[in-house]
C-alpha cells in the first residue's frame, strides 16, 4: 500500500529523518486526486491548437454525411437549466451529480455555472474514500458558422474542495489525520462546436484546459442529446481528461430547454 500517494509520510515519534522514498519526490497535496513527483510537469496543449481541427473536421463530417445543418431551421439553445450522473475512473472510481445552467444574457453572450457533488474510492483496498465538492462560474459567446451550427468559446473560474478520509487503523500507523482536507480554486477555458444535425438532435465537440491549485488538465468531450419533448433533451457525454488527474468518464444528463 503506497500511502505516499495521499501526502502521508510514515514517520515514528522524534523521528525527523526523511525516508529514501519521501526524498524521491513521490509525495503529493492531499486531495486523493492525483500523484505530484519532482519531475517537471507535462503541460496540456492549448485548447485552440486542437479544437479548431476538431470543429473543421466535425463540419467535414457532418457536410459530407448530408448533416451540414444549413436547411435545420432550429437554433442551437443557450438557455437551460440541467442535471448529470457522472462515473469516472479515476483513481479506482467515482461518481457525483453535477446541477448546471447557462442563460443567454444577449445575443451573443451567455453565462453558465453548476455544482458537482462527488464521491471517490482514492484506494478501495485500504479503504482510503474522498468526498468532492466544488463549483464553476463564467461566461461564453457563440459564434455561428451555418444554421443550426455555432463555435462556442468560454472562460470560467473553478473551485474545489475535497476531503480524504482515511481509516483509523491507517491514519494511526503513518500518523495522519483521518481526514486531509484540500481547497483550492482556479480557472476554466474551453473551445468547441454544437450542431444540430437533424431535428430534434445534437451532436457537440469541445477541448477545454483547467488549473486548480497545482493541478494541470486538459480535457475532451463529446455530446449527443435527443430532444424528448419541445424542451427536455436527454443526452450522454463521453469526457477523456489528461494531465494530473488522467480519467475517461461516461456522463447520463436530462437538459431543460427554457
Known sequence: ????????????????????????????????????????????????????????????????????????????????????????NVHDGSDGLTYGFSFEVADPIHIFGGWQESDLDVDEEAGIKADREGYLIGAGIKQDIAGGMTMQYRAGYLSSKTTVKIPAHVAQLVGSPTRVTEDDSGHYLEVGIRTL???????????????????????????????????LGINLSFKNTEGDNASESWILAMRYHL
Not at 60 to 72: C, D, F, H, P, R
Not at 205 to 227: I, K, Q
Request: aromatic content about 12%; hydrophobic content about 35%.
Open 1 to 88: 500500500m503506497n500511502l505516499y500517494r495521499y501526502g502521508i509520510k510514515p514517520y515514528t515519534k522524534g523521528d525527523t529523518n526523511e525516508t529514501e522514498e519521501y526524498r524521491s519526490g513521490q509525495v503529493c497535496l492531499p486531495c486523493g486526486s492525483a500523484v505530484h513527483t519532482q519531475e517537471e510537469p507535462s503541460h496540456p496543449p492549448p485548447p485552440l491548437a486542437v479544437a479548431v481541427p476538431l470543429a473543421l473536421l466535425m463540419r467535414g463530417v457532418l457536410s459530407s454525411a448530408g448533416w451540414a445543418g444549413e436547411t435545420n431551421a432550429e437554433e442551437v439553445s443557450y438557455t437551460y437549466v440541467s442535471l448529470e450522473y457522472e462515473y469516472s
Open 197 to 231: 444535425p437533424r431535428p430534434k438532435w445534437e451532436l457537440d465537440g469541445f477541448v477545454a484546459v483547467f488549473e486548480v491549485g497545482d493541478y494541470d488538465n486538459s480535457m475532451v468531450f463529446v455530446t449527443l442529446e435527443r430532444r424528448v419533448t419541445e424542451n
